[in-house]
């Protein structure tokens, strides 16, 4: 399947999935939870396959990107291990040239949060030759993550992953941290929903009325829309759960099109103190 592209009021949003992932619910809840509370037997104890997605936001002149990956560093070894047999799609520049749009247009890249899946695409190469994939826009990412004992040690250690990716940005002088709300031009703000880390923000992008948030991890299955409190366990749980809960009744209001980092688009819904989650149909 090709990229989706989707019309927010004179707004494009093109989203690309670089990849499927395959998880089991136990990778993402402590033991501790009670998982036949929240999901049907059917899901329970069962790998099943999620998207990787990465978003072009083309607004009023703007062009930004959200969340660039690269499935080929989230595969490599000691990484993620692709579904059997699977053959991934082309990488996010090459899906983007595929909708006539080049690295260089690109003005602002977002990053939700300061996990390796939403922020492995900002460079390419390795090494000495790693370079930011679009050399001309700023990346920015949350001023709390960028301190996260994580991210600090991994800094400290000299991984590669984060010396290769967010090092390198910072190395070329165009690391922006964030630690607040922003407005990018053409009606896209990025706006802090802490709890999946502590500085994770979603992008939100307006015009004619219409609306539509990038959310990054905010939430990771439509049970969660549901049960704002079935928190990831490396959550910090009020903070997510109050996030949460804030996010559901403004894009109720809004009827706005949410786009998760590893489903597909939706929207939610707020009825009598209650969220659901609708898949939008393709
Ligand atoms: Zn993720």
Aim: proline share 9%; charged share 20%; glycine share 10%.
């Amino acid at each position: 399947m090709g990229p989706l592209a989707l019309q927010v009021g004179e707004a494009r949003v093109t989203v690309f999935n670089v990849g499927d992932m395959l998880f089991g619910l136990d990778e993402v809840y402590d033991k501790s939870v009670d998982l036949s509370r929240y999901f049907p037997e059917g899901k329970i104890g069962k790998k099943a396959r999620f998207p990787t997605h990465s978003f072009l936001i083309e607004s009023g002149g703007a062009k930004v990107v959200v969340d660039p990956s690269d499935y080929s560093r989230l595969t490599a070894p000691g990484h993620f291990t692709p579904p059997p047999g699977y053959a991934p799609p082309p990488a996010l520049t090459a899906q983007m040239k595929s909708v006539g749009v080049l690295p260089d247009e690109i003005a602002h890249v977002v990053v939700t949060h300061l996990h390796f899946d939403h922020y492995a695409g900002v460079t390419r190469g390795a090494g000495g030759n790693a370079h930011p994939t679009f050399p001309k826009a700023d990346c920015i990412i949350p001023a709390k993550d960028w301190e996260m004992a994580s991210i600090a040690e991994a800094r400290k250690s000299k991984d590669p992953d984060v010396v290769d990716t967010l090092v390198a940005v910072q190395e070329a002088g165009r690391l922006s941290l964030l630690d607040g709300p922003k407005g990018l031009g053409g009606g896209v703000r990025v706006e802090p929903f802490p709890g999946e880390s502590p500085g994770h923000q979603v992008v939100a992008v307006k015009s004619n009325g219409a609306s539509c948030y990038c959310v990054g991890d905010l939430f990771h299955f439509e049970e969660e829309v549901e049960h704002p409190d079935l928190v990831a366990s490396w959550n910090e749980p009020g903070e997510a759960e109050s996030s949460r809960v804030r996010f559901y009744r403004l894009a109720s209001d809004e009827d706005a099109i949410v786009i998760p980092g590893h489903m597909l688009p939706g929207k939610v819904s707020v009825k009598g103190g209650l969220a659901s989650w609708k898949t939008l149909a393709p």
